[in-house]
């Protein structure tokens, strides 16, 4: 009886206590990436690799964003050959289908291969998470951090204040509902954007405006992924994630411009 009361205190301590080592350190960060899909985790892969302290918040108890579903269920996703480089960067094996002049990848494959890229590089990905506001300073508006809570305790209802995370810069790689974007142009009106929302699906166009459109919004604020669509009223794309992975990377490039040590 002793040993084992003793073996299961140590497992709580050490979950604990090792947890909140890692919470101190992820007060202040570099860079909070909202979002842990195909955009946010190939952001962090290549921000983390290049010595950027990251941190992803994810909602759910799960990683991958909309990759999980593939098509309708049927469990590939393609790109094109726009994203092979990519590919090859995070080891993720893909076929061509010569017919289709696409390139088709195994869903889960996707999402493992992005989540422990972005692990391995450096990047802390919590699930769980929840980002309900937003740090800011006026004058000149800045967004400088995150307010985050316990998705379990947002989806009870419970009153529980929030804890803050500082950073350098904030990503918002929510997908199609841009979260982060929406607090801000409901809450801080003088950053001075609207969000359109995304239109219906035109996939040739909507996967290279996206790219096109992925970047900074405002100080400390930057937009990825299908949250650019949202901002902007871009069309939609479906199951095709070359402009995801294309998004990830080049927001990164301008975090990693903007915020050089």
Avoid: C
């Amino acid at each position: 009886m002793t040993i084992d009361r003793v073996l299961e205190e140590r497992i709580t301590r050490a979950i604990i206590k090792n947890t909140m080592l890692d919470w101190i350190g992820l007060s202040d960060v570099d860079v909070v990436i909202v979002g842990a899909g195909p955009s946010g985790m190939t952001a962090a892969r290549y921000l983390a690799e290049k010595g950027f302290r990251v941190v992803v918040f994810e909602r759910r108890l799960s990683f991958g964003g909309g990759i999980g579903g593939g098509g309708m269920l049927f469990h590939k996703v393609v790109v094109d050959e726009s994203a092979l480089p990519i590919l090859k960067d995070f080891n993720i094996r893909f076929a061509r289908d010569e017919e289709e002049d696409l390139y088709v990848i195994d869903a889960s494959e996707l999402m493992a291969k992005l989540a422990s890229e972005a692990i391995d590089a450096g990047a802390k990905i919590i699930n769980g998470v929840q980002v309900e506001d937003v740090i800011y300073r006026p004058n000149p508006i800045r967004i400088e951090g995150v307010v985050i809570q316990w998705s379990a305790v947002i989806i009870s209802g419970l009153h529980v204040d929030p804890i803050f995370v500082r950073s350098r810069a904030v990503v918002d790689a929510t997908g199609h509902d841009a979260e982060v974007l929406q607090i801000v142009a409901r809450k801080i009106p003088e950053a001075g954007f609207t969000i359109h929302g995304e239109k219906s699906a035109y996939s040739e166009l909507s996967e290279k405006v996206v790219v096109e459109k992925t970047g900074r919004v405002i100080p400390g604020l930057y937009v990825a992924g299908m949250s650019v669509a949202a901002l902007h009223g871009l069309p939609r794309m479906g199951p095709i994630f070359s402009s995801m992975l294309l998004s990830g990377r080049k927001v990164a490039e301008a975090i990693i411009n903007d915020l050089k040590f």
